[in-house]
């Protein structure tokens, strides 16, 4: 579980959609219970967004630098599945590209 505090590492944002009341969301609304605070905790900073909206289908979206979006739809999954494909995000994030150190000279 090492790759829970490197979300913030790897990702810009993260955004979790669900319904309310939906069956196909109730995965993700327990996914959203358990593991909320623990990845707040962890990576502070990070914008973690949980967005309801009545009759849509539960999808987990990634925000990588540079306005990189990835998304997986989560209706089926269960609760360890989503924090599997949550892990996979992280590990597939695209790498980071360094900034140029300012005593770069120009000759």
């Known amino acids: 579980m090492a790759w829970r505090s490197k979300l913030s590492q790897s990702l810009q944002e993260l955004r979790i959609h669900m319904c309310q009341t939906s069956v196909s969301s109730k995965a993700t609304r327990e996914f959203v219970v358990k593991n909320y605070k623990d990845l707040k905790t962890l990576n502070p900073r990070l914008p973690i967004l949980v967005r309801e909206c009545s009759g849509i289908q539960p999808r987990l979206w990634a925000r990588y ?3 990189v979006e990835r998304s997986i739809a989560l209706d089926g999954l269960s609760e360890p599945e989503i924090s599997k494909k949550l892990e996979e995000l992280v590990a597939t994030a695209p790498q980071r590209k360094t900034p140029m150190h ?4 120009y000759s």
């Open 102 to 105: 300012a005593s770069s000279s």
């Open 65 to 67: 630098d540079y306005g």
